[in-house]
């Protein structure tokens, strides 16, 4: 019998696929490439991501794509998240499955900076809240205090661009 550590890794991470070759890189003059992302590959990742927040802290995310001032980001919380403030980016939210509230503006508590211009800490007080479920958006910008609670052992996936505001 396989040890139980063995088990949930090989459950946890995906089976080996075919791995494309690199691309050749493109020259300055080639028009920019659209990306597209269809809801079962989406869910497929968030499914994958659930499981990675149940065997950890109750959180998981992944970078879908970086851009020059975006990235396409997936998340998925089982629990509370930390307040956080962006100073350079915003946060938009397309809410996927589940449900969460959003509080936003206020203040955070107990604020520690953690990189250039990102502050977290344990809670926001003050601010307002607003209730999120499946195909709402909702928009934080950039400066903003807001931190996202999960009721209960629900879920909450998102689909999240972070967008660079100012420089």
Partial sequence: MEPVDRLLLKELLPKEKDVALPRAKRSKDAP???????????????AYLR?????????ASET?????RHAAMLSVRGRDGIAELHERF?????????????????????A?????GEIRG??????????LRAGDIAHVPAGVPHQMLVPGDKTFTAFVLKIQETE
């Fill in 112 to 116: 520690h900076t953690v990189g250039a």
């Fill in 32 to 46: 920019p490439e659209a990306h597209h992302w269809s809801r079962p590959i989406v869910m497929e990742r968030a």
């Fill in 51 to 59: 499981k990675l927040a149940a065997y950890s802290e109750g959180s």
């Fill in 90 to 110: 915003a946060d938009l939210f397309v809410v996927l499955d589940g449900r969460a509230t959003l509080i936003t503006g206020g203040k955070v508590v107990g």
């Fill in 122 to 131: 344990t809670a926001v007080e003050g601010g307002t809240r607003m209730e």
């Fill in 64 to 68: 879908l794509k970086e851009y020059p």
